[in-house]
C-alpha cells in the first residue's frame, strides 16, 4: 500500500484523502460483504434473503456500536462542531476519509428518522412531560435500532407469515 501514498508538505498521504485505517478496517470489510453478496445472489432466494439480513443486522449492530463509542467518550457529541475534530480518543472505523465521516452521518438530526420527521420527541431534562410525550421518547431510537428491527423481520420472515391477522 505504500507504493500508492504520496507525499503533502513533507506528510505521507493517500489518494483521496484515505487514512490508513480505510486499508486495514474497511477494504477488508468491503472484501469479505462482497463474497457475502456473491454467494447470497447465486442462491435461492431464501438463503439470498436471510444473508442480506445477517449483513444488514451486522452492519446495524456495527453502527450501534459506534454511537455509544462516541457518546462515551465524547458526552453530548455536536457533529457539526466537535469537540476534537480529529477524533484522536476514538476515530470511528467509519471515518476514513475526510469526505466519509460516518460519525457526523449517525449523530446528525437525520441519524433519528423519527425525531427528524417529528413523529419521536426527545424528553426534556427536566421530567415535565406528559404520557404521550413519554410514548414519544420512548420511539426516539437511533436508525440502525430501526434497521436492527427491519433486518430482523427479514431474518424471521416465515414465522412471521404463520401469525393470523
Known sequence: FVSCWYHISGKLSMPFG????????????????????????????????????????????????????????????????????????????????????CSKVLMSPPGRFLRYFGIAKQLPKDGNFGLIDKGRGFIDVPNPSLGVLFFGCHLFYPALLLIPF
Not at 435461492?44 to 451486522?58: F, K, M, S
Not at 456500536?65 to 458526552?75: D, G, R
Not at 466537535?82 to 472505523?93: G, L, Q, S, T, V
Request: hydrophobic share 50%.
Open 18 to 101: 484515505l487514512e490508513k485505517h480505510f486499508y486495514l478496517m474497511v477494504l477488508p470489510l468491503i472484501v469479505i460483504e462482497s463474497a457475502f453478496f456473491t454467494y447470497a445472489f447465486k442462491s435461492d432466494l431464501r438463503t439470498c434473503q436471510v444473508i442480506l439480513g445477517l449483513v444488514g443486522v451486522w452492519w446495524c449492530f456495527a453502527a450501534l456500536w459506534v454511537e455509544i463509542k462516541i457518546e462515551q467518550v465524547y458526552p453530548g457529541f455536536e457533529y457539526d462542531n466537535p469537540a476534537d475534530p480529529e477524533m484522536k480518543a476514538y476515530r470511528p472505523f467509519c471515518d476514513f476519509a475526510p469526505w466519509a465521516t
